[in-house]
């Protein structure tokens, strides 16, 4: 039995900026996940992950994250992409800080 593809944005890890990321639709990488590309075709979510995988010089741990529209782009659709698209939880900084000013 094959596992049914869910809408996805392909995310990662930045290694130069040391933060979570997503891809856009203009092929470049975002710290927004709502300025992410969400991908409801199989085909084409695999090929801009194998596209980000190939990139080890600059990202780490690629991989489909399920996703939903809504009304001002993607959202993440399981609570641990929640938390990821938040920015780090042990204090304000990064994402968390900048959402404070």
Request: proline share 8%; hydrophobic share 40%; charged share 20%.
């Amino acid at each position: 039995m094959s596992i049914r593809f869910t809408p996805s944005v392909v995310t990662a890890n930045d290694l130069l900026i040391g933060d979570v990321v997503y891809l856009t639709p203009q092929g470049g990488w975002s710290r927004i996940h709502a300025e992410a590309e969400l991908f409801t075709e199989q085909a084409a979510a695999e090929a801009a992950l194998a596209a980000a995988q190939a990139q080890p010089d600059r990202l780490v741990g690629a991989y489909l994250a399920p996703a939903r529209d809504g009304a001002d782009g993607p959202e993440p659709a399981h609570f641990r992409e929640v938390f990821r698209a938040r920015g780090p939880s042990n204090y304000p900084h990064g994402k968390q800080a900048e959402r404070m000013c």
